[in-house]
T-cell receptor, first 116, second 111 residues
Framework: EAGVAQSPRYKIIEKRQSVAFWCNPI?????LYWYQQILGQGPKLLIQ????????DSQLPKDRFSAERLKGVDSTLKIQPAKLEDSAVYLC??????????????FGPGTRLTVL | QQPVQSPQAVILREGEDAVINCSSSKALYSVHWYRQKHGEAPIFLMI?????EQKGHDKISASFNEKKQQSSLYLTASQLSYSGTYFCGTEGAGNTGKLIFGQGTTLQVKP
């Protein structure tokens, strides 16, 4: 079974530029998550999708971050404009259940973003 | 609302045991444990549901005390491969799948 795919793996940009990350979850996984992991900290949930609907985006800085999952499969996360404090690893994860069950989240390799 | 993990860091010799604790100030539905090696994605270890269950896998086990809102991860007879950062992720009431991760506990196992 293929794992969660993410691209690019690394990205270096100047502040105020824009950047986009792509994630393809495990086939059949209804739930998709985007996390931000700052060096030395635990992952912080940015947004959670159930199929192509948003379940939780309470910690997404909506003035600069946006995410979509148009066909309920792959997803993109965009930052525009980027700030220095956005430097982090952006992790995508997916899990199987549509609702009402507990299940493990499978993480992708992440995209390491450096904002200069 | 972020769970608190203790200790922050542990250094062990191969074969020694370790306990990592995770405490929350809120009622929990489940606790998830992950291990992350430097530069890699977190890897799932186990989930514990409310009800005070205990789970085990090989020499790694965990318990969940629902009343105290605490979970502990037990690593026995540690191996070099156990080195990494361990995170607990807590899920509150409502079973939404949303996890809040602790700050992590770094474990280093030396030969």
């Amino acid at each position: 079974e293929a794992g969660v795919a993410q691209s690019p793996r690394y990205k270096i940009i100047e502040k105020r530029q824009s950047v986009a990350f792509w994630c393809n979850p495990i086939s059949g996984h209804a739930t998709l998550y985007w996390y931000q992991q700052i060096l030395g900290q635990g992952p912080k949930l940015l947004i959670q999708f159930q199929n192509n609907g948003v379940v939780d985006d309470s910690q997404l800085p909506k003035d600069r971050f946006s995410a979509e999952r148009l066909k309920g499969v792959d997803s993109t996360l965009k930052i525009q404009p980027a700030k220095l404090e956005d430097s982090a690893v952006y992790l995508c994860a997916s899990s199987l259940p549509a609702s009402g069950r507990v299940n493990e989240q499978f993480f992708g390799p992440g995209t390491r973003l450096t904002v200069l | 609302q972020q769970p608190v993990q203790s200790p922050q860091a542990v250094i062990l010799r191969e074969g020694e045991d370790a306990v990592i604790n995770c405490s929350s100030s809120k009622a929990l539905y489940s606790v998830h444990w992950y291990r992350q090696k430097h530069g890699e994605a977190p890897i799932f270890l186990m989930i514990l549901l409310k009800g005070g269950e205990q789970k085990g896998h090989d020499k790694i086990s965990a318990s969940f005390n629902e009343k105290k809102q605490q979970s502990s991860l037990y690593l026995t007879a540690s191996q070099l491969s156990y080195s990494g950062t361990y995170f607990c992720g807590t899920e509150g009431a409502g079973n939404t799948g949303k996890l809040i991760f602790g700050q992590g506990t770094t474990l280093q196992v030396k030969p």
